[in-house]
């Protein structure tokens, strides 16, 4: 019997829209950072949806560092797999110095934070190199 690895885990800082931890990193409402991201990837919402697992560090509306290291250590500890950090206060969470688009720890995939107000964005190299450092995960064959 062969084993499916975990889905990759995209892992944010906190949902201002939702309290509910199944709507962390969702692709709507529009505007949001799930959103962006899910367009950024070039995938349709449930293509995004079903090839990644997401969560927030926090679950509630206001950033801690305290308790989303408390979750960054849980996650290392607990779950294996890749897992996607998006931004500098996640990678921060996690004891990692923000280099973007690199892997740090062979598992630890570190992304600049898709909000709008990320001006890392701007480049017209980001995206594509995104894709390129996300690409085993963005490939119809990785799922069933």
Known sequence: MQLIAPKPL??????????????????????AAGNRLREILGLTDAKYVKRFDRINLVRGHRWSIKLAREEANRLLAERGGPMVLLGAKVASAFGL?????????????????????????????????????????????LRP
């Open 97 to 141: 110095d923000f280099t973007p688009f690199t892997v740090a720890r062979g598992q630890l995939y570190l992304l600049p934070h898709p909000s709008g107000l990320c001006r890392v964005w701007n480049d017209s190299t980001a995206v594509p190199r995104t894709r390129s450092l996300l690409g085993e995960f963005l490939t119809p064959e």
């Open 10 to 31: 995209l892992v944010g800082e906190a949902n201002p829209y939702s309290l509910d931890p199944d709507m962390a990193l969702f692709p709507w409402p529009r505007q």
